[in-house]
């Protein structure tokens, strides 16, 4: 699979060339926590089929061993790596430019799940920002 993604504002683009090797969407308090969302899509592939210029890239050491990677400038998460992870990266699945061309097929760490994801097949719709007041 080719694919390419980068950051909201621009300054870090990305391209992998190589197979997704588990995609997931994470319930985890520290992805959530990183990302200020109820959960977060990870795409694993293989180090060396990523390619990224990390100039602009700023990295967090969330907990031992793990290394969040984001966007210096706009604050993006964009990468996961972690040494138990030997040789392999998660990539945030929400900064590829076609982020369901990676589709997500299991949830991970679920016994962190919150209320929000719970409620979301029962909460009302709207395709954009409904009427306020």
Do not use: N
């Not at 621009?10 to 997931?24: N, S, T």
């Not at 308090?29 to 592939?45: D, E, I, Q, T």
């Not at 089929?49 to 793990?66: F, K, N, P």
């Not at 984001?70 to 030997?86: H, I, K, Q, R, W």
């Amino acid at each position: 699979m080719q694919a390419e993604g980068g950051c909201q504002c621009g300054k870090v683009r990305y391209r992998i060339d190589g197979e997704i090797q588990f995609a997931a969407v994470c319930h985890c308090p520290s992805c959530r926590k990183s990302a200020g969302a109820p959960l977060v899509g990870w795409a694993m592939v293989e180090t060396g089929a990523l390619s990224v210029d990390r100039t602009s890239v700023s990295i967090y050491m969330s907990s031992e061993g793990v290394r969040r990677s984001f966007c210096g400038t706009c604050g993006t998460s964009l990468f996961f790596e972690a040494d138990y992870l030997d040789g392999l990266v998660d990539i945030t699945t929400e900064s590829f430019d076609e982020p369901d061309r990676v589709q997500p097929t299991d949830q991970i760490w679920t016994r962190h799940e919150t209320g929000c994801v719970r409620a979301l097949a029962g909460m009302t719709r709207h395709e954009e920002l409904p009427p306020q007041g």
